[in-house]
């Protein structure tokens, strides 16, 4: 009998052992299917449009341009009019939610998973030979708002919100939670402004 607890505690935001057989299936099903999406011109949406509402959690009225790599679609959420640009990743353990309207530009990174930043956390051992043989994972949510603008290479981790009508700088490594109507960029990624210069403006007055 399969041993699904892997994905229970993935899925509960748990920690969890690798290597996890029936996860490597998971991905691997899903790979598959992805080739098949990613071998068809991103611009024939006559074709993709179906795959992507099969592969994805849910799939608005949005456009994805390929190459896209992701490890098990199912948990990603795509809005309305949400463009993801070529070479973005996804480790969708956890759900990855983008609102209605949101650019993402290319090669962003949606991380989902992490490790115990303790080794002796981390690290499992082989009870026999003492050998190391795997690791613990767990898994935190990424939520995106509406009408973001993420730019080109960010990274953004697990257990990270992005309020609506955002910008994110290229290059950003997004470790905690960013509100809506700012821009913030760097490593870690910081605001640096509101949105709209009208807004210092009035606040000035």
Not at 160 to 171: E, L, P, S, Y
Request: net charge neutral.
């Amino acid at each position: 009998m399969t041993d699904t607890s892997g994905y229970t505690k993935m899925r509960a935001g748990e920690l969890y052992k690798g290597p996890d057989w029936h996860l490597i299936d998971l991905q691997i099903a899903a790979a598959k299917k992805l080739a098949e999406l990613n071998a068809i011109p991103s611009f024939d949406m006559e074709r993709r449009g179906p795959m992507l509402k099969e592969q994805l959690g849910s799939f608005g009225n949005s456009f994805v341009v390929s190459p896209v790599s992701w490890e098990y679609g199912k948990h990603i959420h795509l809005g309305d009019g949400v463009l993801i640009n070529m070479d973005c990743i996804f480790l969708d353990g956890a759900d990855v939610r983008i609102g209605d309207g949101t650019a993402v530009a290319p090669r962003v990174q949606f991380l989902t998973a992490g490790h115990p930043v303790d080794a002796v956390e981390r690290v499992t051992y082989d009870p026999e030979t003492g050998r190391p043989n795997g690791g613990m994972t767990f898994n935190r949510p990424i939520t995106v708002g509406k009408n973001c603008w993420i730019g080109a290479g960010t990274i953004i981790l697990g257990g990270v919100t992005i309020g609506d009508n955002t910008t994110i700088g290229a290059g950003s490594v997004v470790t905690r939670d960013i509100p809506s109507d700012v821009v913030a960029v760097g490593n870690p990624c910081r605001i640096v402004r509101r949105v709209s210069r009208r807004d210092e403006a009035a606040n000035a007055a």
